[in-house]
C-alpha cells in the first residue's frame, strides 16, 4: 500500500526559531500533498494544499508567510514553520493522494514551542 | 463549499454492541467518501470507502452506507471490540484535484 512518512515525529524549539517538517511518499509519486493542523480532540484543519512544482495553495487565515511550503519532488513537501511562538505549537499532519484518489496521512508531527 | 456535519462527537458503547456515526454534506457534487480512524496520537487510517455510484459496502465488521437524495452516509461497526476506541472521522470529495471535507470526527468508546 502507499506509505506516506513524516519527520521529525515530535520537535521542541524555542519562540523566535524555525521548524522545518518533511512529508515523503515513499512507493508513489505525488503531485499533489496537503498540510493539516490538529489541535486536541478536533478534526483535521487544512492548512493548503502543495502543489509539486508550483506555489502551494493556503486557506483562509493561513499565514503563507509563516508556513512556507516547497514541494520540490513528486515525492517531497516540506513545511517551514517560521519564527515560531507558542501559539504555534500543535499536531501537523500531511498527506498525499495515492492510487484511486485514496488519501494517506503521514504519522504527524508534534510541535512544542517553548 | 463544501460542509460537513458528523454526529455524534463522543459515542460510548459495550463491547459486542453496534455502533452507528451519521455524516450529512451539503454539495451534492460529491462523490467519494472516505472514512479515516484515528488513534490518539497516531496518523489517519483510511477504513472504509465510498462512492457515490454504490449505495452500500461492507468489510468485514464495518460498513458504509450512501443515501445520495438526502445527502448523508453513516459508518456501522458491528460487535464492537476496544481496540474500536479511536476518533473516527468522515469525509466528503467532487474528487479530481481531491480536496476532502472532514467532518468533526467522532470519538469512539468500546467498554470492555
Known amino acids: 500500500g502507499a506509505v506516506v512518512s513524516q519527520h521529525p515525529s515530535w520537535v521542541i524549539c524555542k519562540s523566535g526559531t524555525s521548524v522545518k517538517i518533511e512529508c515523503r511518499s515513499l512507493?508513489?509519486?505525488?503531485?499533489?500533498m496537503f498540510w493539516y493542523r490538529q489541535f486536541p480532540k478536533q478534526s483535521l484543519m487544512l492548512m493548503a494544499t502543495s502543489n509539486e512544482g508550483s506555489k502551494a495553495t493556503y486557506e483562509q487565515g493561513v499565514e503563507k508567510d509563516k508556513f512556507l511550503i516547497n514541494h520540490a519532488s513528486l515525492t517531497l513537501s516540506t513545511l517551514t514553520v517560521t519564527s515560531a511562538h507558542p501559539e504555534d505549537s500543535s499536531f501537523y499532519i500531511c498527506?498525499?493522494?495515492?492510487?484511486?484518489?485514496?488519501?494517506?496521512f503521514g504519522s504527524g508531527t508534534q510541535l512544542s514551542v517553548l | 463549499g463544501e460542509n460537513v456535519e458528523q454526529h455524534p462527537s463522543t459515542l460510548s458503547v459495550q463491547e459486542g454492541d453496534s455502533a452507528v456515526i451519521k455524516c450529512t454534506y451539503s454539495d451534492s457534487a460529491s462523490n467519494y467518501f472516505p472514512w479515516y480512524k484515528q488513534e490518539l496520537g497516531k496518523r489517519p487510517q483510511l477504513i472504509i470507502d465510498?462512492?457515490?455510484?454504490?449505495g452500500e459496502k461492507k468489510d468485514q465488521r464495518i460498513a458504509v452506507t450512501l443515501n445520495k437524495t438526502a445527502k448523508h452516509f453513516s459508518l456501522h461497526i458491528t460487535e464492537t471490540q476496544p481496540e474500536d476506541s479511536a476518533v473516527y472521522f468522515c469525509a466528503a470529495s467532487k474528487g479530481g484535484s481531491y480536496i476532502p471535507t472532514f467532518g468533526r470526527g467522532t470519538s469512539l468508546i468500546v467498554h470492555p
Open positions: 512507493d508513489f509519486q505525488a503531485t499533489t
Open positions: 498527506s498525499a493522494e495515492g492510487r484511486g484518489e485514496k488519501l494517506f
Open positions: 465510498i462512492r457515490s455510484n454504490v
